[in-house]
């Protein structure tokens, strides 16, 4: 295969909304979850936002624990994943987390309608960014790339329209839906997959592999995409 191992995870409302319709990040998950994405990234080769997420909520993307970065530098790793992003038009400030967080691998990926000053400015932040003369970025070369920059496991974190993107390209192996006891609502709130959705029959077949309850009534569910669809 082209690509890493994919997995998707997110945490949603048990109405499936990924944030409130204010779209201002909401926290959903709880303490306990938080620390299970925590080791989720430090097993991840990669993590990756879309640049929706990327632009507004400025994410740090780093492993949290100590104990768990100090865990892959002595397996020989850098001490947090690469972090990956993709926006056709960066336009980020150069004292944003996500730049500064780290120390971690920068990969983006963008098209010409990013300014050269822009470019200039993640180069001097040492991000590695890809740019494409078409008109939007094909997630397929993302990945081809991903792969060949040594990333085996990649994970993703929303959001919403680039979930749907991977899934409906086909680009998933797995999800981890941790779901909060909360109802958020709202038509404009983000749920796991947005985009123009899938017909009944082309909807994307799941199998079920892990479900567990948790003391704080959060529900982790995790699931791989069934093969054929
Ligand atoms: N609860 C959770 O686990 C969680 C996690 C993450 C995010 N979120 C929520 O999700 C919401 C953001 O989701 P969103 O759907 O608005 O945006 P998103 O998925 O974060 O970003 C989508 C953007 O990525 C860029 N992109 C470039 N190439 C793409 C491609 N080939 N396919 C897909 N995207 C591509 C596009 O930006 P350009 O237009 O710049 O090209 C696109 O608008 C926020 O409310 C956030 O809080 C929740």
Known sequence: VNRPYV???VAASADGK?????????????????????RLRAE???VMVGGRTLHDEDPRLTVKSEALRAERVSL??????AKVSLSSRLELKGDCRF??????????????????????????????????????VDLGHV????????????????????NFELLRLGLVDE?????????FGG?????????????RQAALSLRLVQSEQWEDEGVLLRYQLRKGN
């Open 7 to 9: 997995f998707i995870n």
């Open 18 to 38: 990924i944030d409130t319709a204010e779209r201002k990040g909401a926290t959903i998950s709880s303490p306990r979850d938080r620390q299970r994405v925590d």
């Open 44 to 46: 991840s080769d990669a």
């Open 76 to 81: 020989g790793l850098p001490p947090n994943p």
């Open 99 to 136: 730049l500064n967080s780290g120390p971690a691998r920068i990969l983006l990926f963008t098209t010409s309608r990013t300014s050269a000053e822009q470019l200039d400015m993640l180069r001097a932040h040492q991000a590695e960014v890809d740019v494409t003369p078409q008109a939007a």
């Open 143 to 162: 990945m081809r790339t991903l792969q060949d920059a040594g990333v085996r496991r990649l994970m993703v974190e929303g959001g919403a329209t680039l």
């Open 175 to 183: 999800l981890f839906i941790f779901v909060a006891p909360l109802i």
């Open 187 to 199: 038509e404009k709130a983000p749920g796991l997959a947005s985009g123009p959705g899938f017909a």
